[in-house]
C-alpha cells in the first residue's frame, strides 16, 4: 500500500457530518505510532490511479493516505484512538483542483463590496445601497458585486424594470457618496455610476462619448452621461478612467482581507475544492494575505501561484530569468538581482540587445519585486508566470489583431490597438 499526499481530508471531513463515527477495535491493533487517524470504511473510494480503480476503504494519518484496499486490510490499521466511519455505501473522492477560481480576489470582495447577489429590481438595488449608506460617513465610497451574479448574460431582462440602473436612480439611494456597481470581467456590461462618481471621475454632463479609453452611454433625451459606462475592466490598459477608479476607491483593512479569503477557502472546502491555481491577476498583494493565512496555520487549501506579468506588472524578460532562478533555487541570471532595499529589479531594462524593454516597444520598464513565499509544507508553491498577450477579451474590443474586428456592440476596433496610452 503506497503511502501519498492526502489531498480530499476537508472533502472527507465534510462526510463526517453528515454519518455516524463509531470506533472499531481490531485483535492484534497495531501501535498508536503507526495507526490511522481515521479510517473510511463500507465506502466507495475513487482512486483515480491509472486503473480508476475503486476501492472499499481509506486510512488517513496526519494528513497523508497511509493506505487504501478493502474493509478487512484497511480495519488493521485502527488503533485505540482511530476514529473509523462507517459511510455506508458513499463515495470518497480526491479533492478537485480549481484551475481559474479567483480564490483570492473573491474572499477580499466576499467582506469588501456591497452584496446585489440576487438582486430582481433596481428598487432592491437602491435598497441595500440606502442600508449601506447608513453605515458611511458622506463621501465614503460604496463598491457593490456584479448585479444578480451569474448568468450575466440575463442582465437586464432579468431586472423587474427590463433595464440598467441610471445615476439618477443611484442618486436616489446615495446623494453623498460616491457608488460603483462594476461590470464582469469579459462580459460586454455597463459598470454604474451615480452622480458623485461621475464627478470624481471626471465625466462630466459634456464629456464625449469616448472618454478616457471607455465609451460613456448619454441619456436619449438630455444627453448628458446616464451613469453607465463601458469598458472599465481590469483588461483596459489604454484607460485613463479605470487608472483613476483605481486611485480613488478606498484601500481595506490588510485583516478584514484576510478574513475575507480564509471565508472564500472554506466555502471552495465545502465543495471538495482542495487546490487552485491562481495566475490570473495574481500580485503581490494577494500573495501576501495567503502568506499571512500560511504564517499563521491557516490556510487549509493548496495553492500554485504564478504571477501575471503582464498587464499591471511589466517585466522585461531578464527579469523573468531571475524570477525563474529564485524559484528555482538557482544562481540569477541575465544581470538582474533581486533589490531588496529598493524592492524592485536591478540590472540592464529590456529583452534586446538595445536594452529596449520586452513589452512596451522601447520604453524602460521597472519591475516591482515579486513576493517569494517559502513553505516546506508544500501547501503553497510558487511556479512560473502568467503571461497573456491579447490585450483583452475580443467583445470590449480589446484583442490584439491583425485585421480589423467588430466589438459586442457592432462597432469596427482597428487592427492591434494599443495596450495603453
Given at each position: 500500500?503506497?503511502r501519498?499526499k492526502?489531498?480530499?481530508m476537508?472533502y472527507?471531513?465534510?462526510?463526517?457530518?453528515?454519518v455516524?463515527a463509531?470506533?472499531?477495535e481490531?485483535?492484534?491493533?497495531?501501535a498508536e505510532s503507526?495507526?490511522a487517524?481515521l479510517?473510511l470504511?463500507?465506502a466507495?473510494v475513487?482512486?483515480?490511479d491509472e486503473?480508476?480503480?475503486?476501492?472499499?476503504?481509506?486510512?488517513?494519518k496526519?494528513?497523508?493516505?497511509?493506505?487504501?484496499?478493502?474493509?478487512v486490510?484497511i480495519?488493521?490499521l485502527?488503533g485505540?484512538?482511530t476514529q473509523s466511519?462507517?459511510l455506508?455505501?458513499?463515495m470518497v473522492?480526491?479533492?478537485f483542483?480549481d484551475g481559474h477560481?479567483?480564490?483570492v480576489?473573491?474572499?477580499?470582495?466576499?467582506?469588501t463590496t456591497l452584496d446585489?447577489?440576487?438582486?430582481?429590481s433596481?428598487?432592491?438595488?437602491?435598497?441595500r445601497?440606502?442600508?449601506?449608506?447608513a453605515?458611511?460617513?458622506?463621501g465614503?465610497w460604496?463598491?457593490?458585486?456584479?448585479?444578480r451574479?451569474?448568468p450575466f448574460g440575463?442582465?437586464p431582462?432579468a431586472?423587474?424594470?427590463?433595464r440598467?440602473?441610471?445615476?439618477?436612480d443611484?442618486?436616489e439611494?446615495?446623494p453623498?457618496?460616491?457608488?460603483?456597481?462594476?461590470?464582469p470581467?469579459?462580459?460586454?456590461?455597463p459598470s454604474i455610476?451615480n452622480?458623485a462618481a461621475?464627478?470624481a471621475l471626471?465625466?462630466?454632463?459634456?464629456?464625449?462619448?469616448?472618454?478616457?479609453?471607455?465609451?460613456?452611454?448619454?441619456?436619449?433625451?438630455?444627453?448628458?452621461?446616464?451613469g453607465?459606462?463601458h469598458k472599465i475592466?481590469?483588461?483596459?490598459?489604454?484607460c485613463?478612467?479605470c487608472?483613476k477608479?483605481?486611485e480613488l476607491?478606498?484601500?481595506?483593512?490588510?485583516?478584514t482581507?484576510?478574513?475575507?479569503v480564509?471565508?472564500?477557502?472554506q466555502r471552495n472546502?465545502?465543495?471538495g475544492?482542495t487546490?487552485?491555481?491562481?495566475g490570473?491577476?495574481?500580485?503581490n498583494?494577494?500573495?501576501?494575505?495567503?502568506?499571512?493565512?500560511?504564517?499563521r496555520?491557516?490556510l487549509?487549501i493548496?495553492i500554485?501561484?504564478?504571477?501575471?506579468?503582464?498587464?499591471?506588472l511589466w517585466?522585461?524578460?531578464?527579469?523573468?530569468?531571475?524570477?525563474f532562478?529564485?524559484?528555482?533555487?538557482?544562481?540569477?541570471?541575465g544581470g538582474?538581482t533581486?533589490?531588496e532595499?529598493?524592492?524592485g529589479?536591478?540590472?540592464q531594462s529590456g529583452?534586446?540587445?538595445?536594452g529596449s524593454?520586452?513589452?512596451s516597444?522601447g520604453?524602460?520598464?521597472q519591475?516591482?519585486?515579486?513576493?517569494l513565499?517559502?513553505?516546506?509544507?508544500?501547501m503553497v508553491v510558487?511556479?512560473?508566470?502568467?503571461m497573456?498577450m491579447?490585450g483583452g477579451?475580443?467583445n470590449?474590443g480589446?484583442?490584439?489583431?491583425y485585421?480589423e474586428?467588430n466589438?459586442a456592440?457592432?462597432?469596427?476596433v482597428?487592427s492591434r490597438?494599443?495596450?495603453?496610452n
Amino acid at each position: 500500500m503506497n503511502r501519498q499526499k492526502f489531498y480530499c481530508m476537508s472533502y472527507s471531513c465534510w462526510f463526517l457530518t453528515i454519518v455516524s463515527a463509531c470506533t472499531v477495535e481490531e485483535p492484534g491493533a497495531p501501535a498508536e505510532s503507526v495507526a490511522a487517524d481515521l479510517i473510511l470504511y463500507n465506502a466507495k473510494v475513487v482512486t483515480v490511479d491509472e486503473q480508476f480503480s475503486i476501492e472499499q476503504a481509506i486510512a488517513i494519518k496526519g494528513g497523508m493516505i497511509l493506505g487504501v484496499g478493502n474493509d478487512v486490510e484497511i480495519l488493521k490499521l485502527a488503533g485505540a484512538s482511530t476514529q473509523s466511519v462507517d459511510l455506508e455505501g458513499k463515495m470518497v473522492l480526491p479533492g478537485f483542483v480549481d484551475g481559474h477560481p479567483h480564490m483570492v480576489h473573491r474572499g477580499v470582495a466576499l467582506l469588501t463590496t456591497l452584496d446585489l447577489n440576487g438582486v430582481d429590481s433596481i428598487e432592491e438595488i437602491k435598497e441595500r445601497i440606502s442600508a449601506k449608506v447608513a453605515t458611511l460617513e458622506p463621501g465614503e465610497w460604496i463598491e457593490t458585486t456584479w448585479i444578480r451574479g451569474q448568468p450575466f448574460g440575463a442582465l437586464p431582462m432579468a431586472l423587474e424594470e427590463k433595464r440598467f440602473p441610471t445615476r439618477w436612480d443611484l442618486d436616489e439611494a446615495a446623494p453623498d457618496n460616491p457608488v460603483y456597481i462594476p461590470t464582469p470581467f469579459s462580459y460586454p456590461l455597463p459598470s454604474i455610476f451615480n452622480s458623485a462618481a461621475l464627478e470624481a471621475l471626471g465625466i462630466s454632463d459634456d464629456a464625449p462619448d469616448d472618454y478616457g479609453g471607455t465609451t460613456v452611454v448619454k441619456d436619449a433625451e438630455s444627453g448628458r452621461p446616464n451613469g453607465q459606462v463601458h469598458k472599465i475592466v481590469i483588461f483596459n490598459y489604454a484607460c485613463s478612467v479605470c487608472r483613476k477608479l483605481g486611485e480613488l476607491l478606498p484601500e481595506h483593512p490588510f485583516e478584514t482581507q484576510v478574513a475575507g479569503v480564509k471565508e472564500q477557502i472554506q466555502r471552495n472546502n465545502a465543495v471538495g475544492i482542495t487546490t487552485v491555481y491562481e495566475g490570473h491577476h495574481m500580485m503581490n498583494g494577494q500573495a501576501e494575505l495567503v502568506q499571512a493565512l500560511l504564517e499563521r496555520d491557516q490556510l487549509d487549501i493548496r495553492i500554485h501561484i504564478a504571477y501575471q506579468v503582464t498587464g499591471q506588472l511589466w517585466m522585461p524578460l531578464p527579469a523573468l530569468d531571475a524570477w525563474f532562478g529564485e524559484i528555482s533555487g538557482k544562481e540569477l541570471v541575465g544581470g538582474y538581482t533581486v533589490a531588496e532595499s529598493s524592492g524592485g529589479w536591478s540590472g540592464q531594462s529590456g529583452g534586446d540587445s538595445d536594452g529596449s524593454s520586452a513589452w512596451s516597444d522601447g520604453e524602460t520598464e521597472q519591475a516591482p519585486k515579486m513576493l517569494l513565499i517559502k513553505d516546506d509544507t508544500d501547501m503553497v508553491v510558487m511556479g512560473g508566470v502568467t503571461m497573456g498577450m491579447g490585450g483583452g477579451p475580443v467583445n470590449m474590443g480589446m484583442a490584439l489583431m491583425y485585421n480589423e474586428y467588430n466589438d459586442a456592440f457592432g462597432n469596427p476596433v482597428p487592427s492591434r490597438p494599443p495596450y495603453r496610452n
